[in-house]
């Protein structure tokens, strides 16, 4: 072997082992940073579930509330849709009653008449049907009061279906 040969060969073991080195240096660095990375990786996926974790149970808590408003809600509208519907019955079974009495005259309606010429609502007898002094009266026809009573059983079903829905209203507004 000449020395030429023997340098360029000393030359490449140089470069061989300065591969080698550097391969081994990067190996190391690689694997010193890549454990730090993963290290890295893992403490932020940690942070991330435990962000995660806190807002879904955010989420379950104002789900529970909403739940727990919405059904104080439905519990409030079923007792005022009872309280309506008892309100509803009571009113036409006092209406049906009225009606009965009128139609077996049990029950008469009059009506006020004054008396414009004396200005005077008393009578200045007592008449022998009650001792009731007030304003003279004129008994209405059975039929006419009939379709007054049936005029007065819608009015009331309205008013009581107004304030059902003005209650549902003010349940249900914020």
């Not at 730090?36 to 379950?60: C, F, N, P, V, Y």
């Amino acid at each position: 072997m000449t020395p030429a040969q023997n340098l360029i060969g000393l030359g490449l073991a140089i470069l061989m082992a300065l591969a080698i080195g550097f391969g081994g240096a990067w190996q190391v660095q690689d694997w010193r940073l890549g454990k730090k990375m993963a290290e890295r990786i893992a403490e932020q996926g940690a942070r991330h579930q435990k962000e995660l974790d806190s807002i879904t149970g955010e989420a379950w808590r104002q789900q529970k509330a909403e739940l727990d408003k919405r059904l104080a809600t439905e519990e409030k509208l079923a007792f005022q849709d009872q309280q309506h519907t008892k309100e509803l019955s009571d009113a036409q079974r006092n209406q049906a009653r009225l009606r009965d009495q009128l139609a077996t005259a049990d029950v008469r309606l009059s009506v006020l008449i004054e008396d414009s010429a004396s200005g005077c609502n008393v009578p200045t007898t007592p008449s022998a049907s009650g001792v009731v002094h007030a304003a003279r009266r004129a008994k209405l026809d059975p039929a006419h009061a009939q379709r007054i009573i049936a005029i007065t059983d819608a009015g009331d079903q309205g008013l009581i279906a107004l304030r059902a829905c003005q209650a549902y209203v003010r349940a249900i507004a914020p």
